[in-house]
C-alpha cells in the first residue's frame, strides 16, 4: 500500500464544473496536509495546506481533511482550462516536516 | 517570494559521467531537499540537509550523493550516472518551524 494514494485520473471536467480530488494516507501520525499544483514541466506550487478537521476554503479551492477516515480532498469550484494541471497530495509523516511524503498525483483536464 | 533557483532545466549526460546538480535558494531556509520525480512515482526524497555541512538520507540514495557547503546552497550528485537515473529532479528548501517546502523549476536529466 502507497502510503499516499490519489487516483491517477485523467479526471475530465466541463468548464464552469466542481471538480473533487481526492487523497487518502496511511499514518494515522500525519498532522499536516498540503496540495500542490503541477503544470506540465513545471515545479509543483502550493495551492492549499491544512491542518485541522473539516474545510478550509480559499477563493475558489476548498480542502477537506477527516483525520479519522485519513481523507484529504480538494474541491475546485468553477473549474477554468487554467485549472487543468497534475494535483499532488502531500503529507508530512508522523508530523516531521523533513519527511514529506507525496502522492503520485491526478491529471485534471478541464474542457471549454 | 521565495526563490528556489536550480542551475540547468535540461542536461544530457551519458552512462558513467559525473553529474552535478545545483540548487541555491534566496530565503536563508535551513532545510533543502533533492527529489526526484517518475511517472506513476511521485516525488521521492533523494537526500536532504538541515543545516550547513549536514545532511540525511532520503527513501533512494543510493547512486547519490549530496554536498551543503554553505546554506544557500544544495548540489546532487550522481558520481557515476546510469540511465535509470534518468528523471526529473526537484530541489525544495523549508524554513526552520515552517512545514511548507518551496521547489525549484526542476532540471531533466537524460542518461544515455
Known amino acids: 500500500q502507497k502510503e499516499v494514494e490519489q487516483n491517477s485520473g485523467p479526471l475530465s471536467v466541463p468548464e464552469g464544473a466542481i471538480a473533487s480530488l481526492n487523497c487518502t494516507y496511511s499514518?494515522?501520525?500525519?498532522?499536516?496536509f498540503f496540495w500542490y499544483r503541477q503544470y506540465s514541466g513545471k515545479s509543483p506550487e502550493l495551492i492549499m495546506f491544512i491542518y485541522s478537521n473539516g474545510d478550509k476554503e480559499d477563493g475558489r479551492f476548498t480542502a477537506q481533511l477527516n483525520k479519522a477516515s485519513q481523507y484529504v480532498s480538494l474541491l475546485i469550484r468553477d473549474s477554468q482550462p487554467s485549472d487543468s494541471a497534475t494535483y499532488l497530495c502531500?503529507?508530512?509523516?508522523?508530523?516531521?516536516?523533513?519527511?514529506?511524503?507525496f502522492g503520485a498525483g491526478t491529471r485534471l483536464t478541464v474542457k471549454p | 517570494d521565495v526563490k528556489v533557483t536550480q542551475s540547468s532545466r535540461y542536461l544530457v549526460k551519458r552512462t558513467g559521467e559525473k553529474v552535478f546538480l545545483e540548487c541555491v535558494q534566496d530565503?536563508?531556509?535551513?532545510?533543502m531537499f533533492w527529489y526526484r520525480q517518475d511517472p506513476g512515482l511521485g516525488l521521492r526524497l533523494i537526500y536532504f540537509?538541515?543545516?550547513?555541512?549536514?545532511?540525511e538520507k532520503g527513501d533512494i540514495p543510493e547512486g547519490y550523493s549530496v554536498s551543503r557547503e554553505k546554506k544557500e546552497r544544495f548540489s546532487l550528485i550522481l558520481e557515476s550516472a546510469s540511465t535509470n537515473q534518468t528523471s526529473m529532479y526537484l530541489c525544495?528548501?523549508?524554513?526552520?518551524?515552517?512545514?511548507?517546502?518551496?521547489f525549484g523549476a526542476g532540471t531533466r536529466l537524460s542518461v544515455l
Open positions: 540537509s538541515y543545516d550547513v555541512k549536514m545532511k
Open positions: 499514518d494515522r501520525g500525519s498532522q499536516s
Open positions: 502531500a503529507v508530512n509523516r508522523n508530523d516531521n516536516n523533513n519527511d514529506m511524503r
Open positions: 525544495a528548501s523549508r524554513g526552520q518551524g515552517q512545514n511548507i517546502q518551496y
Open positions: 530565503m536563508d531556509h535551513e532545510n
